[in-house]
């Protein structure tokens, strides 16, 4: 079964500063999709960031990017010039390759402050 | 038009009562998932539909837990009996069919129902 840790329960960042957000996971599969989700405190769960395990390139989204490091299975997140509004837990999620298998696998989320 | 609504947004049972939640999908959507987040934790998968047919119920924590789909669009999990280790928030997702390409099946998630166990 695959697994998804974040050793970092909580992270805090000034306004404007960059921050990056932890992720490794454990998997036999060979293909693969990784997510990086948002979860204010409303609670509805927002994608951030999706990385293909083929892919080589790191995934960008404006101020979102990853830096997947697939032999040391990492996938971390980093936000350049943090926002107000980027104050949120924030979860990572590994889904298989395989159709059918279509289940995300969470970790157990980060929370991020941004100190004003 | 509008995203993956849930209802009731909260539930209080008291042990030993059934409960009915709802989900929504967006519009088209042929999956449906259902998660269960503990306070503090990760969402965990419970079930998940492909139109009305549940294809993986690996799950579901017990047999007092059951989820139907059954004109593939509104879902409904029920919890039989409820326990206090059943207090969560319940959260419900739906996508597209994953195409060949692997595209098409972002996960969109609705704001849940936080269920408490008295």
């Known amino acids: 079964a695959q697994t998804v840790t974040q050793s970092q329960p909580e992270m805090s960042v000034q306004e404007a500063e960059t921050v990056t957000l932890s992720c490794t996971y454990d998997?036999?599969?060979?293909?693969?999709?990784l997510f990086w989700y948002k979860q204010p405190p409303s609670r509805q769960m927002i994608l951030v960031i999706r990385?293909?395990?083929?892919?080589?390139q790191n995934a960008t989204e404006n101020r979102f990017s990853v830096n997947f490091q697939k032999a040391a299975k990492s996938f971390s997140l980093k936000i350049s010039d943090s926002q107000l509004g980027d104050a949120a837990m924030y979860f990572c999620?590994?889904?298989?390759?395989?159709?059918?298998?279509?289940?995300?696998?969470f970790g157990t989320g980060t929370r991020l402050t941004i100190i004003p | 038009g509008a995203g993956v609504s849930q209802s009731p947004r909260y539930k209080v049972a008291k042990r030993g009562q059934d409960v009915a939640l709802r989900c929504d999908p967006i519009?088209?959507?042929?999956?449906l998932f259902w998660y269960q987040q503990a306070l503090g934790q990760g969402p965990e998968f419970l079930t998940y539909?492909?139109?009305?047919?549940?294809?993986?119920k690996s799950g579901l924590p017990s047999d007092r837990f059951f989820a139907e789909r059954p004109e593939g669009s509104v879902s409904t999990l029920k919890i039989q009996r409820t326990q206090q280790e059943d207090s969560a928030v319940y959260l419900c997702?739906?996508?597209?069919?994953?195409?060949?390409?692997?595209?098409?099946?972002?996960?969109?998630f609705g704001p849940g129902t936080r269920l408490t166990v008295l």
């Open positions: 998997t036999s599969e060979s293909d693969y999709y």
């Open positions: 539909f492909q139109n009305e047919a549940q294809l993986d």
């Open positions: 990385q293909e395990a083929y892919k080589q």
């Open positions: 999620a590994y889904r298989s390759g395989n159709f059918g298998n279509e289940k995300l696998t």
């Open positions: 519009s088209g959507h042929v999956s």
């Open positions: 997702a739906s996508s597209l069919e994953r195409s060949l390409a692997g595209l098409g099946d972002t996960q969109y």
